[in-house]
């Protein structure tokens, strides 16, 4: 089966200017999860999806991040306008639910704030 | 879900079994422990799950005592290829709607 895609897979950007990173997560998994890979410390969830309905966004910092999943499938998260401390890998991974074997992750995107 | 402790790095020699122990004092009863292995520029994989005694799989073999405050990953023969980050994880997952919560988890270098 194919995996979670993701794109980009690098970007850099200048601070206060905005980006969006794109996820198709793997066919018919309900669940999809964005996190935030920092440097040297493991993932931080940041959203988490069950079809197209946010389950838990708690960790989202919502003044600049926002996220989306229409339709189920494809999720987008946009970040604006970014900050030097949101340089990142930006990881997205799909679970036919939440739980048990299923979490796939995508190679991420990284993202580099100058 | 409950906090785990994992040294922070550990280095092995090709061929040498590697045991990383986890430790999860505050465990649940309905909690499971999960591993996953991250290579550099790559998601998180899942290595293996489990709730007690042991499970073993083509990749590895998880040990969990009868009080299951600690786990221990084990990794038969590594290789080169066995450098990685490895992440234990502990949350009640069949419920649904449960989210992974890394740690900063164990860097294995493995060498020649």
């Known amino acids: 089966e194919a995996g979670v895609a993701q794109s980009p897979r690098y970007k850099i950007i200048e601070k206060r200017q905005s980006v969006a990173f794109w996820c198709n997560p793997i066919?018919?998994?309900?669940?999809l999860y964005w996190y935030q890979q920092i440097l040297g410390q493991g993932p931080k969830l940041l959203i988490q999806?069950?079809?197209?309905?946010?389950?838990?966004d708690s960790q989202l910092p919502k003044d600049r991040f926002s996220a989306e999943r229409l339709k189920g499938v494809d999720s987008t998260l946009k970040i604006q306008p970014a900050k030097l401390e949101d340089s990142a890998v930006y990881l997205c991974?799909?679970?036919?639910?939440?739980?048990?074997?299923?979490?796939?992750f995508g190679s991420g995107t990284r993202l580099t704030v100058v | 879900l409950a906090k785990t402790t994992q040294p922070i790095s550990m280095d092995s020699y090709e061929g040498q079994e590697v045991n990383i122990t986890c430790s999860h004092n505050n465990i649940a009863t309905n909690d499971y422990i999960t591993w996953y292995q991250q290579f550099p520029s790559q998601g998180p994989r899942f290595i293996i799950q489990?709730?007690?005694t042991k499970v073993t799989n083509e990749v590895a073999s998880l040990f969990i005592p009868a009080d299951r405050k600690s786990s221990t990953l084990s990794l038969p023969r590594v290789s080169l290829s066995d450098t990685a980050v490895y992440y234990c994880l502990v949350g009640d997952f069949d419920t649904g709607f449960q989210k992974l919560v890394f740690g900063t988890g164990t860097r294995l270098l493995v060498s020649p």
């Open positions: 999806f069950q079809n197209n309905g946010v389950v838990d």
């Open positions: 489990g709730y007690k």
């Open positions: 991974a799909s679970s036919p639910r939440a739980g048990t074997y299923g979490y796939t």
């Open positions: 066919s018919g998994h309900a669940t």
